[in-house]
């Protein structure tokens, strides 16, 4: 670094006596300098060439002015003094305003962001700002001696003369202090805005330097002086400070405090430095009244290696830079960086007292490493300073010094002239050799290990640059004159000459490769080629493949330079062996193509394969490769590999008439297949079949590139009618397949067969009946009328193919379509027919499960009989082994139960979900008491024992069953009820226990066994005297009037129902008359009449009973009194009391022979069936209560709701079968 005066100004005494100048600023734009000289302000000019001439002297202060300080936007500044005053200056110097304090002015600052300005004196400080009227002053402990704001305007720091540093916020307040041991004379913060905290340095008077954060937390330790600072000024944003005080100096140190050098000296105080804004010129003011501004000049510290440069940054740090890779590594070293040098590893870093050593690793592939190898604890001096693997060599004018790593002196040269230029060009450790040269024009080469230098060269002019080739037989020399000359060292001849060169470098890689500099432009010498320009700034200090590295100014920049130009003037001359070096330099992919082209064309294989793998061009490598295979293996003439090569080239016309020539037809129609120039292709074709293998591969290509009309021409052409149909068929091209179709021979089944097959797949099935009906398919037909949905039509073909198809092809797609348009029942019996039990026992249960899931319970109740009349029919037909018989019933008798529970909580779940039911409430109490005594502790799946309690509950309470409606509601308690029926069930509750505890008579169920009155709720749905089972009208769900009888031994079921058949007494009396008595609270009815002796009831009031009949003895003889164990008994019956009976009165169930069974079972076979199978006899004791049971589900019904519900719902009511 130089110091560089750019003007001064010496105030002149007055008196005897000289004016200090005691502070200066700039304005922000560097325009102008303003100076407190004396009682006045002295405003220079700080620009352009009228920079130092004084612009006003302004008069407005009546004592010595101590400070100015102007505004960040530059509209006004600001002057205080001893005469207590502070006055506000526009830029044209006008006095604006003052305002006035009780001591004199110590020190002024203007906010950075809200233009307010801080004055402190020696008892407060002001604020005043311009949108303020008067000016906010707070009093001080201490004389305060300096002032500064931080960048953001938040807050003022405060130095006092008593060594106290104060930061006040911008209201004024105290926020914390420091303290130090004397007056705090200057402090300032640092303008750098990257910071990631505001820094405040601080001057002493005693003889210190310190930092602290805003936190007041200080910053490493105290750095000494050695005098007393009068001022601290931060210099290029933030990353050096200005020092000047009573050591007569403004020194320049780093932003951590250490010291670099020495700006300027003077004869007295420094009192105040600042920086120009934004450039490297400052201004200062001293005791004795010089203003003076200074320009600093940084010179450039660096060092060059191949592409390793190292070079010094802000002073104190050494950077080093990769230049091909852009790595970088730092190095702080803390202290003035004077000299850099650096060779191969080893890194000499030149400090005032100390030579620094470093040795750098590369072994990560990321980042770049560094240790200290060495120290050298002495202060040396010198002009130039390099570095060799274990010395470093000092030059001082003509003398070189070398030393060793450990500072010991090992040999020195003094040479005949000043040295101009000094370089390391390698050799071994310890060994290296160095290329000097000097003013005189004399290049010589030195060892490090040898005293006596070696001549080279001797040139006219002083040796500006050089540089030895990477052989070290060329030497390349830059003279003063510009001239650039290259010398052979192997015999002294000068090889090349040129002109207006500053600099010069060989490149490090190529031999007969040098590029030079000069005139703004970039000179490239390739061997005996003519030089090669391109525009360039700067120098050229380094050469290495396709980089140069050029220095412009201070910044060091890599060039990329394409050696096209040199590779293309290596081809012209074929000299393909040059060309590739020159291309491994750095070249485009274009220049490697044309290498490789022209190689390949000449038929120089190896540099042809070099290149293309270059440029990973894959094809050209397995095409080289074939080749060298061809030529090794087979011997193939030279003219095959040069017809491939003018395919590959694109000459396609040439390559196939070689091939045609050379007799190699089938590599021409491969070429021009591979082309898809199919034209060109067939022309060559010597016969049919390979034309018909052409037309093939041209039909897959066409697929492959979506051109499918064609492709299916082409295969029709080629004969392939299956590929062409299948094409045509994929695409819907209808009208151009019946075509097909049509022309096609019959023997052409499978092709035909295909065709129909999309016509079928497109729903066009007249053309596919077409296509069948033309090779009598029959089979296929008939599936094209079930795809058709034509069933009739697909009935009448499977009977007239009988044997020949399965009827499981038309049944079953039947049932599916019948199962999709809700014809279940119908569905079902086609999944029979077409043989599949099981899926049409699948569908019944899933339409069963569906019916729960979805609270239809009518619908679920009736697939439930469904499924439990089809495990019926298995048993039934028989085949089954015992464990599947036994499974089979099982189902049946559960899936029986099912359909009856669900079928009565239909009812009941209407009743509780629907407002408006039509079953009458009578009708709903039943069924709710039969649903409460079947369902047992589990529930089946989507029914709810709450709803039946609750809906038996409120039917109670409606018929007047006070005993059961209060049973009902108790039993509600256990349950979770819905919160909106909680209260409504709490007060039913209650009011029905108002209510008697007694059930209305006429609900009570007698028994028509026994004649027993029970009770309207038990455990299970019979009599609880006689236990005889209630027989239910599955209407109302009241029982019926029917007595359960079995036929005495040795009565069969044949027997018996041929005396019923005989037996003449068939119907109703027409003149019976019904009488009713009452007696001793018992009501009795009778029949009254002529002939009396065949009815089941007489005519006695009193025995309510006619004794003649055999069965009604039989009644009448049971007693139930007394007996301890209970077990059902059923009433027996002989072929007397038979006779006596009336065949309308009997009623007789039987799963087997019924009406509604198809398949009819011996006696023999009834026997052995289970229990719950075999015919089970029924007496109507009331015959004037007509009964209907239902041949198909056994059940019964009074015959009027029978006939109703029938009517209106077209069948059973329980299962729907219809009956004659």
């Known amino acids: 670094m130089k110091t560089v005066t750019s003007w001064q100004d010496r105030i002149p005494e007055h008196n005897g006596g000289k004016f200090a100048v005691h502070d200066v600023a700039f304005r922000p734009d560097g325009t102008q300098l303003i100076a407190a000289v004396g009682v006045r302000v002295l405003v220079y000019a700080a620009a352009d060439s009228s920079a130092g001439d004084p612009i006003h002297s302004l008069k407005g202060h009546k004592d010595t002015v101590y400070c100015v300080a102007y505004s960040k936007d530059g509209k006004r500044f600001a002057s205080g003094g001893a005469d207590k005053m502070v006055i506000i200056w526009t830029p044209k110097a006008e006095g604006i305003l003052k305002y006035q304090h009780s001591d004199s002015i110590q020190s002024l600052a203007y906010n950075p962001v809200t233009q307010q300005l801080a004055s402190v004196t020696a008892s407060d400080f002001g604020l005043w700002s311009p949108e303020q009227k008067s000016v906010s002053k707070h009093k001080v402990a201490s004389k305060v001696l300096s002032c500064a704001w931080t960048n953001d305007g938040q807050h003022l720091a405060l130095g006092y003369f008593s060594g106290t540093i104060s930061i006040r916020t911008k209201a004024g307040d105290e926020k914390l202090s420091m303290k130090r041991a004397a007056p705090v004379w200057t402090l300032t913060w640092n303008p750098s805005r990257e910071e990631a905290f505001d820094i405040l340095a601080v001057g002493c008077w005693d003889q210190t330097l310190s930092f602290y954060h805003l936190s007041s937390k200080q910053i490493g330790r105290d750095r000494h002086l050695g005098f007393d600072p009068c001022c601290v ?11 000047g005080g009573s050591d007569k100096k403004v020194s320049l140190w780093t932003k951590e405090g250490v010291r670099l050098s020495t700006i300027t000296e003077v004869d007295d105080w420094v009192w105040s430095v600042k920086q120009r804004p934004k450039l490297n010129f400052i201004a200062m003011g001293t005791n004795d009244g010089l203003i003076a501004m200074y320009q600093l000049v940084f010179s450039t510290v660096h060092g060059l290696y191949q592409d390793q440069y190292a070079y010094r940054d802000y002073m104190t740090d050494v950077v080093i830079q990769q230049l091909v890779t852009d790595k970088r590594l730092k190095i702080r070293c803390k202290d003035y960086v004077k000299k850099i040098a650096i060779y191969r590893d080893r890194l000499a870093v030149q400090l005032p007292d100390k030579v620094m050593v470093y040795e750098l690793c590369y072994d990560d592939a990321y980042e770049m490493k560094h240790k200290l190898k060495e120290r050298i604890g002495k202060k040396l001096d010198c002009n130039l300073l390099v570095v060799t693997s274990m010395h470093i060599v000092l030059c001082l004018d003509k003398k070189l010094i070398l030393y060793n790593f450990a500072g010991h002196w090992q040999r020195e040269w ?30 010589s080469k030195i060892f490090i290990d040898n005293t006596f230098p070696i001549h080279l060269v001797k040139l006219e002019s002083p040796v500006r640059c050089l540089d030895l080739s990477a052989s070290r037989n060329k030497l390349a020399v830059v003279d003063e004159n510009q001239n650039c000359v290259v010398y052979s060292l192997d015999n002294k001849e000068l090889l090349f000459q040129e002109t207006n060169a500053n600099s010069i470098a060989w490149n490090s890689e190529y031999e007969d490769m040098l590029c030079f500099s000069g005139n703004s432009f970039l000179n490239i010498k390739t061997g005996t080629f003519p030089v090669h320009q391109q525009k360039l700034q700067g120098f050229v200090v380094g050469f290495k493949g396709s980089k140069i590295f050029c220095l412009h100014f201070v910044a060091m920049h890599t060039i990329d330079v394409p050696q096209s130009a040199s590779l293309y003037r290596y081809l012209e001359k074929k000299d393909f062996t040059s060309a590739y070096q020159i291309a491994c330099l750095g070249v485009t992919e274009n220049d490697w193509r044309m290498l490789a082209m022209q190689a390949l064309t000449d038929l120089n294989f190896p540099i042809a394969r070099r290149a293309f793998i270059r440029i990973r061009d894959v094809r050209y490598i ?50 021009y297949a591979d082309l898809k120039m199919w034209t060109k292709a067939k022309e060559i074709c010597p016969n049919d079949e390979n034309l018909k293998d052409l037309i093939r591969r041209q039909a897959r290509w066409a697929e492959e590139t979506g051109a499918q009309r064609d492709a299916a021409a082409l295969w029709l052409a080629a004969g392939d009618h299956i590929k062409a149909i299948t094409l045509m068929g994929d695409n819907g091209w209808l009208t151009r397949l019946i075509e097909v179709c049509r022309s096609l021979q019959k023997s052409d089944v499978a092709a035909i067969q295909l065709c129909g097959k999309y016509f079928r797949k497109h729903n066009v099935h007249a053309y596919g009946k077409e296509a069948y009906e033309k090779i009598g398919d029959m089979k296929s037909l008939m599936q094209l009328h079930v795809e058709m949905q034509k069933w009739d039509e697909a009935f009448r073909l499977l009977n007239a193919a009988q044997g020949l198809t399965n009827v499981a092809d038309v049944f079953l797609p039947y049932a599916e379509w019948l199962a999709l348009n809700d014809k279940f029942d119908e569905a079902q019996e086609a999944y029979k027919k077409a043989q599949r039990p099981k899926e049409a026992l699948r569908m019944v249960e899933q339409l069963a499960h569906n019916g729960v899931i979805e609270r239809r319970f009518d619908s679920a109740s009736y697939y439930f009989w469904k499924l439990a009349a089809e495990n019926l029919r298995l048993v039934t037909e028989g085949g089954l082994s015992q464990a599947e018989h036994s499974e089979r019933l099982e189902k049946f008798k559960l899936c029986r139960h099912k359909a009856e529970l669900y079928y009565a909580y239909s009812f009941v779940h209407k009743y509780n979900d629907v407002p408006f039911c039509e079953t009458s409430p009578l009708n709903l109490f039943h069924m709710s008491r039969w649903l409460l005594t079947e369902i047992g502790a589990v529930c089946p799946y989507g029914m709810s024992k709450l709803n039946v309690i609750l809906a038996l509950a409120k039917l109670s309470k409606e018929l007047d069953a006070n005993k059961l409606a209060r049973t009902a509601y108790e039993r509600l308690q256990k349950y979770v009820v819905p919160k909106h029926l909680i209260d409504q069930l709490d007060m039913a509750a209650i009011q029905i226990r108002s209510k008697p505890f007694t059930d209305k008579e006429d609900l009570l169920p007698m028994c028509y066994r026994c004649s027993f009155t029970n009770p309207l709720l038990a455990d299970r749905d019979c009599c609880t005297q006689c236990l005889h089972p209630f027989v239910r009208s599955y209407c109302s769900y009241n029982h019926l009037p029917l007595v359960h009888f079995v036929l005495a031994p040795g009565v069969s079921h044949a027997e018996a129902m041929s005396i019923l058949n005989s037996n003449t007494r068939v119907g109703r009396r027409k003149d019976l008359d019904w009488k009713e008595h009452q007696a001793d609270g018992v009501q009795t009815l009778t029949f009254t009449g002529n002939d009396t002796s065949h009815d089941v009831l007489g005519g006695d009031a009193e025995a309510g009973m006619n004794l003649n009949d055999p069965f009604t003895r039989q009644l009448m003889s049971l007693d139930f009194h007394g007996a301890t164990d209970k077990q059902y008994a059923p009433v027996v019956v002989d072929r007397d009391t038979l006779k006596m009976m009336k065949k309308d009165d009997v009623f007789i169930m039987s799963w087997t022979n019924n009406p509604g069974s198809k398949h009819k079972v011996t006696e023999e076979q009834e026997a052995r069936l289970s229990q719950d199978l075999r015919v089970t006899y029924f007496r109507n004791v009331i015959p004037d209560l007509p009964v209907v049971l239902c041949a198909s589900c056994n059940h019964f019904f009074h015959e009027d709701d029978y006939e109703y519900e029938y009517l209106k719902a077209g069948g059973c009511p329980f299962c729907g079968a219809k009956h004659s």
């Open 233 to 243: 000024s931060y210099f290029s944003n933030g990353e050096y400070l200005l020092i």
């Open 414 to 443: 003094v040479l005949e002239s000043g040295i101009r230029y000094i370089k390391v060009v390698g050799g071994p450790v310890e060994c290296e050799a160095l290329l000097v040269g000097l003013r005189n024009g004399t290049v």
């Open 622 to 671: 397995e095409f080289l490769d074939q080749i060298a295979l061809d030529r090794k293996c087979l011997g193939t003439d030279d003219r095959v590999f040069l017809a491939e090569i003018l395919a590959y080239q694109g000459k396609y016309e040439e390559a196939a008439a070689l091939f045609v020539k050379i007799g190699q037809e089938k590599k021409a129609i491969e070429m």
